[in-house]
């Protein structure tokens, strides 16, 4: 097994695993896998192995092979329907979803239709495979919340098709009894939109007849079992099938494979999915209960010999269900109408034409009924839109069946399915050879059984059985089933034995003997044959028919006053089904079988214009066993279904053919030389594309206008290169779309980033020419305003002007002085030289005033009196500049140093100075200690308790100090006797003790720095001079010449 097989299996779940690892250990799930690929043993050996495994599914190449378990088994799971959904045909155990998978891709990436042929003989398990493939679609194609209603009703389009048209069989429980066509149609996603039934020939003949083990149609005992009280009562029915005559002849109405009240369920729901009303459902189940009371009619003889009805019940409830007047139904089957020449007579009818009359009504009606039922499907399926669909076609039709008395409706089912072979082997076989042969491949041809003769036998015009029965139904006189048969004889004598060209012996001894009926037969045959029976040989194996019926059942007649009665029904889907038009057509219709040949026809057609994909069902026993692998049946099914010349052929062609176009069209991508475009002829395109993928030279052949490709694996591993490929060019393609997105997106931001730099430079640079313009003017005007700076103010200079003050103000702000003795001045330009000034004095002053304003009392005081000091002895007095700096005191001596006694003496006056003094005589210039007291409004010198003089302020004359440093005072007095003339003082702290006494007396003016000597009242009128000059050491002597002279040291300057 291959690697990646296993790789998958290992992903399964256990079951399944297992289920793998044998059919690993038990056979090859490929035919064409098989050492001897002729040996019809081996293929029997492999088929066995793998069923006794529960392993159904074989291939033949691309044709699955399916053996009818019997039994239920876990490989139709959601989970193995997502394994097979988009994996390649053969990497996965062989399956019906893998065909259905397959048929489904190939569909969408080729966007063609397709359709499966299933095909085998009844009970082989047809239905059950379409029905899974179906399924299968359901789950896995994509679809969407309003594509669910069609989803379910395509899958519920079966359950009530199968209750109308299946029925139990001997062969097969729930056996097709018409066949069944359905397209399902998928929109361009792929998802399943829509839907189409055709429906072929449903066995009528089973609604009045049943073989002894066969049921009539499901929904008679669905309706018995399941449908509820109120229901039955209405349609007047019992619950119990022994109760109805159409019900019993095969003696088996309860079967326990068969849950008729479950499917009642199933379809009551269907109904209502598939948009029938509740009308419709009333009407359908009229319909329903009237066959099974027509069943019931019972006809006896009158006394003329002519039916009449024995109990009028059941005719009541016809009338009742079908809105028919009830005395006309009675009479429509009992007599019938004749036209004599314009007249029409009613002739009465005996009893067996009566109970004829009677069963042909049950069989038109449910017929037609059908028919209605599956128009219906077809509106509720139908896709609305007009968009193109593609289609796959689900081929389920009744499967080959020979029975012990096989009658024309076998024949029609055989036939059909001999056609379908016929189809099968002119699609594959013939068509595969033929086509080697046209596309010059070496080939050595396979003969195979080619089918073609006996559906030519059947079918041909003048000469095909068909024909002849036709022929027999329309011809005027007596025609019977009898002489159908011996019209079948004669021809059969012309063409009793053929012998098919190229066809083995060994494989089919006999040939074919066409058609065979006891006359013809040899003495072997013919104690198997009846007089009323012919014999076919069919693809599937010989056939004994019973003519006996064949024509009345071709004619398929209904007498013209029933007709006339159901054309009036109030029953809505009677009358839809028996149209009053039909009645004025006087041309006979088509027979049965002649429809269902041309239905046949077309339907070929349809299927020949679609993609085959084949399931080939094998039936492993007649008893319906699991497990049982009845070899000779199945060999003979092996050998009829044509299996082992198609795996020859299969064996010996090719997996995979395609046009050169469409192969190199497909897989271009795949050679560089070939991609993106192959500019030569098609051939030596794929010739260069297969070459650079390395095919083996074994592995392909090239023809005429198409490759061949010998094994699938090939053909997959090209595919998934595809595959891989596809998605590198798809990122590719994504890459470059969005490489191109990204750029354009780019180039579009690149050219608004331009723009916007564009703009905005633009901007910057009239913002910066205005800038510069404005610069360039305000410089103007300052070069404008600096030359006529000196101009007075006028246009050319006054911004100019303005600036030079705003500036130097701006800078004065930073540049003033913090404090009073802060000399320092901003220089001002020359035109704000006199507002500098004033600035400047503002500031000053201001400082000044700020500095006053922080003074306290005191200090305030002493700086007055420095004041009146400086102004006396500013620049006139020497030492005086050094004495600036020491604070004059408030007194220098305190009250309690003076005498009290003198205290006492000037009590009244506030003592404001007290300094020690040297007093000089005024005669002697004695020097001598005393106090000088300066009072409010005296200066006092004291002796100790003594006031030796008394200088009242208002009688002052005058205070004189020399320029020179000495302390000497003289105090001048007023020329009067109470005083005794100038006080001469010397004192150490000169400038305060004048400048206190000038301030006290208030006679700054009076005070006197002279230079050289001065004058002084000695007393009694006389003066005395004192001079003052410099010498080495201070004194104060008297002169020689009388003059107190005074020396004093050079003042340090
Ligand atoms: N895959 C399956 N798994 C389990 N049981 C199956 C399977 N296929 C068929 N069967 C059984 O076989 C029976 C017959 O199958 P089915 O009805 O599909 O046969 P058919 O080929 O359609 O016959 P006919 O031609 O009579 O309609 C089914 O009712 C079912 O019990
Ligand atoms: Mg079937």
């Known amino acids: 097994m291959p690697a990646e097989k296993e790789e998958v299996e290992d992903n399964t779940d256990e079951n399944m695993e297992g ?31 793998r069923y006794q495994e529960n392993l159904i599914y074989t291939y033949i190449g691309t044709l699955l092979v399916s053996v009818n378990p019997y039994k239920e088994l876990d490989i139709y799971t959601v989970t ?61 194609c994509p679809t969407t919340e309003q594509l669910q209603i069609v989803r379910d009703r395509l899958l519920l389009s079966n359950p009530v098709l199968e209750a109308f048209g299946n029925a139990k069989t001997l062969r097969n429980d729930n056996s097709s009894r018409f066949g069944k066509y359905m397209d399902i149609q998928f929109d361009f996603k792929g998802a399943p939109v829509g839907g189409h039934i055709l429906s072929y020939l449903i066995e009528k003949s089973r609604v009045v007849h049943q073989n002894h083990g066969e049921r009539n149609f499901h929904i008679f005992y669905q309706l018995l079992e399941g449908g509820d009280k109120d229901l039955l009562c209405w349609l007047g029915l019992e619950r119990n099938p022994q109760k109805y005559a159409y019900l019993i002849q095969g003696r088996c109405a309860k079967v326990f494979s068969i849950n008729d009240k479950n499917d009642w369920k199933i379809v009551r729901k269907a109904f209502s999915i598939i948009d029938f ?14 066959v099974l009371h027509l ?43 004749i036209e004599a020449r314009s007249e029409e007579v009613l002739s009465p009818l005996n009893v067996d034409l009566a109970f004829y009359a009677r069963d042909a009504v049950a069989k038109a009606i449910y017929g037609r009924t059908f028919t209605w039922l599956v128009n219906k499907i077809n509106g509720s399926l139908a896709n609305k839109d007009s968009t193109r669909k593609t289609v796959i076609g689900l081929l389920d039709i009744y499967g080959f069946e020979v029975l012990d008395t096989n009658s024309f409706e076998q024949f029609c089912i055989n036939y059909c399915n001999e056609k379908l072979q016929q189809l099968l082997i002119e699609m594959t076989l013939k068509a595969e050879q033929e086509e080697y042969e046209l596309e010059g ?28 029965l036709d022929e027999e139904c329309l011809r005027p006189g007596e025609a019977t089933d009898l002489s159908f048969l011996e019209k079948l004889e004669e021809k059969g004598k012309i063409s009793q034995t053929i012998l098919l060209p190229g066809f083995t012996l060994k494989l089919r001894k006999l040939v074919i003997l066409l058609p065979c009926s006891r006359k013809l037969a040899d003495q072997k045959t013919r104690k198997s044959i009846d007089w ?93 066993e699991p497990g049982k692998f009845d070899d ?32 190199l069209q497909r897989y271009k991508s795949l050679c560089p030389a070939t991609w993106p475009h192959w500019h030569g002829p098609a051939a030596e395109g794929v010739e260069r594309l297969i070459k650079h993928i390395g095919y083996k030279p074994e592995e392909y052949k090239l023809g005429r206008t198409k490759i061949f490709i010998r094994f699938p694996k090939t053909l997959f591993a090209t595919e998934d290169a595809f595959e891989f490929r596809k998605h590198l060019l798809v990122s590719r393609l994504q890459a470059k779309y969005k490489g191109c997105l990204g750029k354009r997106e780019y180039q579009k931001k690149r050219e608004a980033a331009i723009k916007l730099e564009a703009c905005w430079r633009g901007a910057l640079a009239r913002k910066e020419a205005k800038k510069r313009t404005w610069a360039v003017e305000i410089i103007r005007k300052f070069i404008n305003g600096f030359i006529n700076r000196k101009k007075p103010l006028c246009p050319e200079n006054i911004e100019f002007v303005k600036l030079v003050q705003y500036k130097y103000f701006m800078k004065l702000r930073d540049h ?114 005393r106090l000088l007291v300066l009072t409010q409004s005296s200066a006092y010198v004291v002796e100790m308790a003594k006031i030796k003089q008394k200088i009242d302020y208002a009688t002052l004359k005058g205070i004189s100090t020399s320029n020179l440093s000495d302390g000497i005072v003289v105090i001048h007095v007023p020329e009067d006797n109470k005083q005794k003339g100038d006080a001469i003082l010397q004192c150490e702290h000169v400038f305060e003790t004048v400048t206190k006494l000038c301030m006290l007396a208030n006679k700054q003016n009076l005070v006197k720095v002279v230079q050289g000597s001065l004058q002084f009242r000695i007393g009694s009128g006389k003066e005395g001079t004192m001079v003052f000059t410099v010498g080495q050491e201070p004194q104060v002597f008297k002169a020689k010449n009388g003059q107190l002279t005074v020396v004093s040291t050079q003042a340090k300057s």
């Open 19 to 49: 289920a793998l690892i044998a059919r690993d250990r038990v056979g090859v799930q490929d035919f064409v896998l098989l050492d001897s690929h002729t040996s019809e043993t081996a293929f029997l050996n492999n088929l066995r192995k």
């Open 80 to 140: 193995q329907m997502q394994l097979y959904r988009g994996v390649n045909f053969f990497e996965l155990p062989p399956h019906l979803y893998a065909i259905a998978d397959n048929a489904y891709r190939v569909m969408c990436s080729e966007y063609n239709n397709h359709f499966i042929l299933i095909s085998g003989e009844s009970g082989a398990g047809k239905t059950e495979a379409s029905k899974k493939i179906l399924q299968y679609y359901a789950v896995t």
């Open 277 to 290: 009303t509740e009308k419709d459902i009333e009407h359908l189940f009229g319909i329903v209960a009237s």
């Open 295 to 337: 069943g019931n009619i019972q006809f006896e003889e009158d006394s003329n010999g002519h039916a009449i009805i024995r109990d009028g019940t059941q005719i009541k409830w016809i009338s009742k269900l079908l809105g028919v007047h009830l005395s006309i139904l009675q009479e429509s089957l009992t007599h019938r109408k």
């Open 441 to 468: 491949i070496e080939w050595e041809p396979i003969p195979y059984f080619n089918n073609k003769i006996i559906c030519d036998l059947v079918e041909q015009k003048h000469k095909g059985i068909i024909s002849i």
């Open 532 to 624: 009323v029976d012919f014999r076919l040989l069919h693809y599937a194996g010989e056939v004994t028919y019973c003519a006996v019926g064949f024509l009345e059942k071709n004619n398929d007649l209904l007498y013209r006053n029933l007709k006339e009665v159901l054309c009036n029904s109030k029953n809505g889907i009677i009358r839809e089904c028996f149209l009053l038009s039909e009645l004025d057509n006087r041309r006979r219709p088509e027979t049965v079988a002649t429809q269902f040949k041309n239905s046949l026809m077309s339907l070929i057609e349809i299927l020949m214009s679609k993609e085959p994909s084949y399931v080939r069902c094998i039936k492993p026993n007649e008893n319906k």
């Open 632 to 663: 000779y049946l199945i060999r003979h099914q092996v050998k009829y279904l044509g299996l082992m010349e198609h795996l020859r052929v299969r064996r010996a062609g090719f997996a995979y053919r395609r046009k050169y176009e469409l192969f």
């Open 816 to 929: 003033v002085p913090k404090n009073v003795l802060d000399k320092s001045w901003l220089q001002p330009p020359s035109i704000l030289e006199e507002t500098s000034e004033m600035l400047h004095k503002i500031c000053i002053r201001n400082l000044v005033r700020k500095y006053c304003r922080g003074v306290p009392a005191e200090r305030k005081v002493q700086l007055q009196q420095k004041v009146v000091a400086s102004a006396v002895f500013r620049g006139k007095k020497e030492g005086y500049l050094q004495s600036i700096t020491q604070p004059f005191m408030d007194t220098r001596l305190k009250e309690n140093d003076i005498n009290p006694k003198v205290l006492q003496l000037i009590q009244g006056e506030k003592i404001k100075y007290v300094t020690p003094v040297i007093k000089y005589d005024r005669n002697g210039f004695k020097p001598r200690d």
